[in-house]
């Protein structure tokens, strides 16, 4: 399985702009984009062209999710046979299991919570899944496998702590969350990415 071991901070400076690759790091003080700032350009550089902000667009929203190229690629090929692709392609990657155990609050960042699948400690349904990129559907149940463990626990406080996006529903003390629905246009408009120009690109 490929995997991307390049500096997670560099990704930020590059792009210029926080993508919270590092959960809470990211909102201290030992932010390198606060630190550092971003990555110097060349004073003799252009204005940034159409193409540019596509190509930045399209490469911060990879980048947050945690997707090599062609995998990204496929995610929008499917969304652009269901209606709207600049949403569709949002509502896709919210639907992963990765990007769900994130925002239940059981992992700090999306790279955490791709380790927790990937390891086996969570289950959906009653059924162990080891697939980040799993769709998760309207009815799932994504739940510890071990609920008795320290680090269920310490996965439940921290649910505590997390404001649950509104097609969730906890249950069990913190250590099961129900999907209630898929989410919708509305649940992914707080998202700073301008997923229109994701779609222009592609396009071409």
């Not at 252009?46 to 930045?56: H, V």
């Not at 690629?73 to 569709?88: D, Q, T, V, Y």
């Amino acid at each position: 399985m490929a995997r991307d071991l390049s500096a997670v901070c560099k990704k930020c400076r590059r792009e210029g702009e926080k993508l919270f690759l590092k959960g809470e790091r990211c909102l201290s003080e030992k932010c390198a984009l606060s630190r550092r700032g971003a990555k110097e350009r060349s004073r003799y550089s252009r204005r940034a062209s159409a193409y540019a902000l596509q190509l930045k667009e399209k490469q911060k929203l990879r980048l947050m999710y945690g997707m090599f190229e062609g995998q990204f690629r496929r995610f929008f090929k499917l969304a652009a046979k269901r209606g709207n692709p600049a949403i569709g392609l949002l509502l896709l990657l919210e639907r992963r299991l990765d990007n769900v155990v994130h925002r239940i609050g059981w992992a700090q960042s999306r790279s955490q919570a791709r380790q927790m699948v990937r390891h086996g400690h969570i289950a959906v349904s009653g059924h162990k899944v080891d697939i980040p990129s799993y769709f998760v559907k309207a009815g799932d149940q994504i739940e510890l496998r071990k609920p008795d463990s320290a680090s269920a626990q310490e996965c439940a406080e921290l649910l505590d702590t997390v404001k649950l996006p509104p097609w969730f529903s906890a249950a069990s003390s913190g250590k099961k969350v129900q999907i209630t629905r898929l989410p919708a246009a509305e649940d992914v408009a707080e998202i700073p990415i301008n997923a229109q120009l994701v779609v222009e690109l592609y396009s071409k």
